[in-house]
């Protein structure tokens, strides 16, 4: 709570700064959370992925991995737009940190029948770590054959294909930046510890306490485990 209380949900960011936060770490793997902050999307700003900011950062701590994540409003949309400043970050931390792997965290809403969405362009962002990010998130309990917040959602639902005019952060890496990526979008159950006053939406909302402490560990046994591959 106390690293999320740090992203500004809706306000633009002072003149001279960023609306990301990168935060160098000493493992070859970069954690994404593009959507930590409302964004401008279809003429409107969309919410914010609540917790995602937090989520990474403090992923990042546990494990060392390098952190980039949206932590004021943006009027592009980090994930989608090809030109947003995010993407031009994203492509100086790889120049300059030489990353193996991209991870980028998205949530998604508690009334989705998994826990996690996995998206690897259908295998196509990262043929050689998709098996183990499955592996893991199997020895995790997570699994395609489960319900609820221990489902597994792989390539279906969001698949992190983008279209023409919409290039996600996970195409963008394997495509123009010529590095595995992988997107994962978790449930609110599993991230949001307890809504901030605010945010987007009002109403109060509390996540399962321990799904969010396993969510934790699995994205810290992932980084682990692709740091490695």
Same mark, same amino acid.
């Given at each position: ?100 792997? /991209? ?65 996600? /952060? ?60």
């Amino acid at each position: 709570m106390a690293l999320e209380s740090e992203t500004s949900y809706q306000i633009d960011p002072a003149p001279g700064e960023d609306g990301f936060l990168f935060v160098p770490g000493s493992l070859p793997v970069l954690l994404s959370a593009p959507h930590g902050a409302a964004h401008w999307r279809n003429e409107r700003y969309k919410e914010e992925d609540e917790y995602t900011a937090g989520l990474v950062r403090l992923v990042g701590e546990i494990t060392g991995a390098h952190v980039i994540c949206a932590n004021r409003r943006s009027s592009a949309d980090p994930n989608a737009d090809m030109d947003a400043p995010y993407k031009a970050a994203l492509k100086e931390i790889v120049r300059q940190h030489n990353p193996r792997i /991209v991870l980028d965290i998205h949530g998604c809403k508690p009334e989705n029948g998994f826990g996690i969405a996995l998206g690897t362009m259908k295998g196509a962002s990262s043929p050689r770590h998709r098996p183990v990010i499955l592996q893991i998130l199997h020895e995790q309990g997570f699994s395609e054959s489960h319900t609820g917040l221990a489902g597994l959602n792989v390539d279906k639902k969001y698949p992190a294909m983008g279209e023409d005019s919409r290039e996600p /952060v996970t195409r963008f890496a394997w495509e123009k930046l010529g590095l595995p990526a992988a997107q994962f979008e978790v449930n609110a159950h599993l991230r949001v510890v307890q809504r901030l006053s605010g945010a987007s939406t009002p109403e109060p909302f509390t996540g399962d306490p321990q799904g969010i402490l396993h969510m934790i560990a699995t994205l810290s046994a992932l980084v682990k485990a692709l740091a490695t591959v």
